[in-house]
């Protein structure tokens, strides 16, 4: 049984030749294969641990046939065009992003899955000043997480109006999830500026940005 975030992953997925880069378990190649949502999985990670979990994984499903395990830092490990659909989840969104610049060509001669587990503003706007578009997101709940899952290709995309609809874009209000992830920004905003407020340097800047997005927060609570 895949957890709610990895199961909503699975499920915008409709690929040739998918990849999974961060593999880790293997646990959403298994699944697209079992599902018919792949017709092969290339499944890989930077370290060997993971990567000898994850053979061990497919060999146990019988599935060694269809899932090709590679060992390699993001995606050095694919040729360009190879992988119709890229995966790229359970990372900070800035490892994500310099994942993606690293073999800029490769990701963008295929379809991006990326579910960045923090600093999704700092993703999506590598993403849009990059020559990526997000052409639809979705949300999933563990609990109080709630994890973002940004589909993306390559194109041009207007960028946001304001600062802050890279913090929550205004496409994300009519998801069923907006409401709790307003609550998890709040939480995480206040969380930053009392830290801030408590240091011995206060980072003005930063205390203003984040007291900034908070402010923007509650206009949206209120609208
Ligand atoms: C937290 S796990 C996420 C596993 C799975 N993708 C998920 O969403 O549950 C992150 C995995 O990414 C791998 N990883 C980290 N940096 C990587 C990189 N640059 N290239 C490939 N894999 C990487 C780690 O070794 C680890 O197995």
Redesign the pocket.
């Known amino acids: 049984m895949l957890t709610p975030?990895?199961s909503a992953?699975k499920n915008r997925i409709k690929a040739e030749v998918a990849a999974?880069?961060?593999?880790?378990?293997a646990?959403?190649p298994i699944h697209l294969i079992q599902e018919n949502r792949a017709k092969k999985v290339i499944a890989?990670?930077?370290?060997e641990?993971?990567a000898r979990i994850a053979k061990e994984n497919i060999e146990k499903n019988g599935l060694s046939k269809k899932i090709e395990v590679r060992i390699?830092?993001?995606l050095s490990?694919l040729k360009k065009g190879e992988a119709d659909t890229i995966?790229?989840?359970?990372?900070g969104g800035i490892?994500i992003s310099?994942?993606i610049d690293a073999n800029i060509d490769i990701a963008k001669s295929s379809k991006l899955v990326l579910?960045p587990?923090n600093a999704q503003y700092e993703l999506r706007k590598y993403l849009i000043e990059n020559g990526f578009k997000i052409t639809g997101e979705d949300m999933e709940i563990e609990g109080f997480k709630v994890y973002n899952i940004m589909d993306v290709e390559s194109g041009d995309q207007e960028k946001f109006k304001t600062d802050f609809e890279y913090q929550i874009p205004k496409y994300l209000k009519e998801h069923k999830y907006f409401k709790n992830l307003l609550e998890k920004k709040q939480r995480e905003f206040t969380k930053v500026i009392n830290g801030l407020k408590t240091s011995k340097n206060i980072d003005t800047k930063k205390l203003n940005l984040y007291k900034y997005w908070l402010r923007e927060l509650k206009k949206y609570e209120s609208e």
């Open positions: 975030r990895l992953i999974d880069i961060g593999t880790d378990h646990y959403i890989a990670d930077i370290k641990g993971p390699g830092s993001g490990v995966i790229i989840a359970g990372m490892l310099e994942i579910q587990m």
